[in-house]
């Protein structure tokens, strides 16, 4: 059973009507035929405004979620081009059990306080009863820090993916708990899908990896090295802020200093000598011998994988150059650095969706100049819901009309008509007043009309 609701896929297994039957079949016992269609009809609208909650929330990002409704209750996907942070992932995550509690607060309102409900049939007055029921225990069931239920993914992100074993060891001994009080109370079928989930929380705590970001590994290497002597470390502040001020021959002489002294320094401090060395040869232009930099730095550890990302980059290795730059970011590397190489990468290979995703991930970072260079490729290459991102993202942090406007025009290209007539509102008030241009503009030609004219009069 698959349907469209609100513009939402719902697809229904048979897993769902089954499990939906075992749970009332203490009412198909007593032969209240007519009561138990009730209570799977209940159970059926309870699951579906609770995965609706998460929907909704999830839409709010513009993106398009799922829903399927299977035999442990339902479950609401989405793909995006970027991971949502951990507070957003907390609050859709919380937006199902809450949703279940608004319906059963009002139903009990309307029930308490319209007496002249009581004169509807007394099967609908008990299909209302149970849908109160149903949506407070099903939410309350819901908030349990057990995985895969929604408290179990509020207590993984609150956590956050390095403590992913602290999250499965939670878990688990929450899930064996609730499923010995489960048991000892006859509810079953919950003993049983708490069991389950017991079970899964020990697999994932034994092949939890303990992840870690590249810049992390780098420092927790540091700590079992030789320290670094004071004067190496001193000659390599001075060559990092050479390199900064573009003083590459500077940079690269006093890196000379430190890989020429003797007796030889720590290994973290050789490998960060040639990675200076790199980075001045990559900004001279001369990415081959970059690149054999980056070899000298391999013999003493990880080089970055921003600076090797940059050479693959600058020997036109894309490939390589994604490869290596994905991965950093993957594993928790947001630097600008390692985005805005990814970001050259992407749009090379003409995906310039996922290149404005990642813009927009660091625009704080980038300057406003890129980040409005980033939102103008993705407009002209009609990525126009990540150009509008952009394009808002930048008005928020500089507040000027053009950004607004230029958020404007891609939202309504992207089909958004009602949010392109409120960012055109915020770029009036900050400012923005070239009605000829609106007017005239083809990105805003569905706008035209009483719309536009409402905002921004016909000149």
């Known amino acids: 059973m698959s349907f469209r609701l609100f513009g939402v896929s719902v697809d229904v297994q048979l897993g769902f009507w089954l499990s939906a039957a075992l749970l009332g079949y203490g009412i198909l016992s007593k032969q209240q035929y007519q009561l138990f269609l009730v209570w799977i009809v209940v159970v059926f609208l309870s699951v579906l405004m609770h995965e609706f909650g998460h929907a909704l929330a999830i839409k709010r990002h513009r993106i398009e979620p799922e829903i399927t409704l299977h035999f442990m209750g339902g479950t609401t996907t989405w793909r995006s081009l970027l991971p949502l942070g951990r507070l ?28 002249a409900l009581y004169a509807l049939p007394a099967m609908l007055l008990s299909g209302m009863e149970m849908l109160i029921y149903v949506n407070l225990w099903w939410g309350a069931l819901n908030l349990i820090p057990v995985l895969p239920f929604d408290g179990g993914h509020v207590l993984e992100h ?21 499923a010995i009080f489960f048991l000892r109370a006859g509810f079953f079928f919950f ?4 069991a389950m989930s017991a079970f899964q929380s020990l697999q994932r705590f034994r ?32 060559a990092r802020q050479a390199l900064e001020d573009e003083r590459t021959s500077e940079a690269m002489a006093l890196a ?3 890989l020429a ?7 973290r401090a050789l490998r960060e ?43 036109g290795e894309l490939k390589q150059a994604r490869k290596v730059l994905e991965a ?19 749009v090379d290979q003409g995906e310039v969706a996922r290149a404005a995703a990642v813009a927009l991930d660091i625009v704080d970072q980038l300057s406003e100049d890129d980040a409005r260079r980033m939102a103008e490729i993705a407009f002209e290459r009609g990525a126009f819901d990540w150009s509008a991102r952009l394009y808002e993202a930048i008005f928020r942090r500089v507040g000027l009309g053009e950004d607004a406007y230029g958020a404007a025009r891609a939202s309504a290209k992207d089909g958004n008509l009602e949010g392109a007539l409120e960012l055109l509102r915020r770029a009036v008030e900050a400012g923005f007043s070239d009605r000829a241009r609106a007017w005239s503009d083809s990105a805003l030609e569905a706008l035209r009309g009483s719309a536009l004219e409402a905002v921004l009069p016909r000149p």
């Open 88 to 115: 957003q992932h907390v609050l859709i995550s919380l937006a199902g059990p809450f949703a279940g509690f608004f319906v059963a607060g009002l139903l009990h309102l309307v029930l308490s306080y319209v007496p």
């Open 158 to 178: 609150a956590l956050g993916p390095r403590r992913g074993r602290l999250t499965a060891a939670i878990s688990g001994v929450a899930a064996v708990i609730l």
């Open 191 to 194: 003993s049983f899908i708490l």
């Open 207 to 238: 092949s939890e990896p303990a992840a870690s970001s590249p810049v992390m590994n780098r420092r927790r290497a540091a700590l079992h090295e030789e320290p670094v002597p004071p004067e190496t470390a001193v000659l390599l502040q001075r």
């Open 256 to 258: 000379a200093e430190v």
């Open 261 to 267: 002294q003797s007796p030889a320094p720590p290994r």
């Open 273 to 315: 000598a040639h990675e200076l060395v790199g980075w001045s040869h990559l900004l001279l232009g001369d990415a081959k011998r970059a690149g054999e930099a980056v070899a000298q730095a391999r013999k003493h550890g990880e080089p970055d994988p921003a600076l090797v990302g940059a050479v693959h980059l600058a020997l």
């Open 328 to 346: 950093a970011r993957e594993a928790g590397d947001d630097r600008k650095e390692v985005a805005g190489p990814l970001i050259r990468v992407l």
